[in-house]
């Protein structure tokens, strides 16, 4: 195992991560710093990265990894070994979350604000306490404010020797182009089908035909993937979104589906915060040497409002989440309906619901199908402008019936 073997598809980002590692240890031991030099091994080798591809490729996966190669502490290296053994402590603190200089940055709500970016520019600025680099990881960099936006400009053009930023974003046109043009930029690819069912049925024990149709089914998304073969209620959900193509017959079946979908998000919400909030509450107070039935300690109360603010970002945003994972399985069973429609004989992300495809196939023609397709891009961008998900689905149901 090393810390490559997690990025499923992804060989040519995994030669230039593993080229750039081995040329930011050459660095090193010339003492340079991060910024591109001129000519040889060390031009691989930049201060600011750029991950991007579709959803689930990795490109979280894929930044961690080279932080840990970046951090990593094998006696091989002497011998000409490839950075990222995954064994030794540097590998280890870094892919465990642990490592003094490395900072991973994830939000739990809808942005990244001004205030928290600010922070991690004035760390950037320092040299690493003991490892190699100073790394900082935003693995959802167009989530930032423009403010952050901004701040961040700030610590990209005037980078620290020593530090190394990684931003990670659906695409290059969600970050700003004063950033991204002082990233290098690396593109991760959806995998194929056969590399990710051959990833479960190693690494998760996941039996071949129930990882080829999760495989499909994840349409290139790793994690997902993974919760559709190992986890039976993820599969049930699925099922159960899936049978809102047939289910919309009148108007009382379309909005019956859309409050449904809508509760199932809210209750996935709810669901976490069971789990989450109590806990983050409870250790803020003991932070505070609060006791039980007593007064609560000064500066508390701020605190604690501060966090149930961030708690209820979280909901909201997970809301958002789970009805965008529905929404994509939508967008997948419509997209195998059309292709059905035009006659494809190959297989379908959605190879487990052939009866239902087949039957939506044949009670329509392909424009009606683009229709529906329309519907649902037309409630996703509904809900990024933040509309209320209930009006949004339910506008989105009922134009799957007039389709």
Sequence with gaps: MSVWDDLVGQDRVVEQLQSASRAARATVTAGRSAAPQPGGNASLMTHAWLFTGPPGAGQVTAA???????????????????????????????????????????????????????????????????????????????????????????????????????????????????????????????????????????????????????????????????????????????????????????????????????????????????????????????????????RAPRGMAGAVKELEKRQKSRATRTRRETLGVALGDLLGFYRDVLAIQFGTTGALANEDQRPALQKVAGAGLPENTLRRIEAVLACREALDRNVDPLLAVEAMTVALRAG
Aim: with cysteine.
């Design 64 to 294: 961690r990894a080279f932080a840990a190669a970046l951090q990593c502490t094998s006696p091989d290296l002497e011998l000409g070994g490839t950075p990222g053994c995954g064994f030794c402590d540097g590998c280890h603190t870094v892919l465990s979350g642990s490592h003094a200089d490395v900072k991973q940055v994830r939000t739990d709500g809808l942005s990244i604000g001004v205030g928290d970016m600010r922070d991690l520019v004035l760390r950037a600025s320092s040299y690493p306490t003991g490892g190699r680099w100073s790394v900082i990881l935003i693995d959802a960099a167009h989530r930032l404010t423009e403010a952050a936006a901004n701040a961040l400009l700030k610590g990209v053009e005037e980078p620290s020797p020593r530090t190394v930023w990684l931003l990670c974003a659906p695409s290059v046109q969600d970050v700003l182009p004063t950033i991204r043009s002082r990233c290098r930029l690396l593109v991760l690819r959806t995998p194929s089908v056969d590399a990710v069912a051959d990833m479960l049925v190693r690494r998760d024990g996941v039996g071949p035909e129930t990882a080829r149709l999760a495989a499909l089914a994840g349409q290139g998304d790793i994690d997902r993937t993974r919760r559709l073969a190992v986890d039976e209620q993820a599969r049930a959900r699925r099922a159960d979104v899936l049978r809102i193509p047939l289910e919309v017959a009148d108007l009382g079946g379309c909005l019956t589906a859309a409050q449904r979908l809508v509760d199932t998000a809210k209750a996935d919400a709810e669901a976490l915060a069971e789990t989450q909030d109590a806990k983050e509450t409870d250790d803020l107070k003991a932070a505070y040497g609060a006791a039980e039935g007593s």
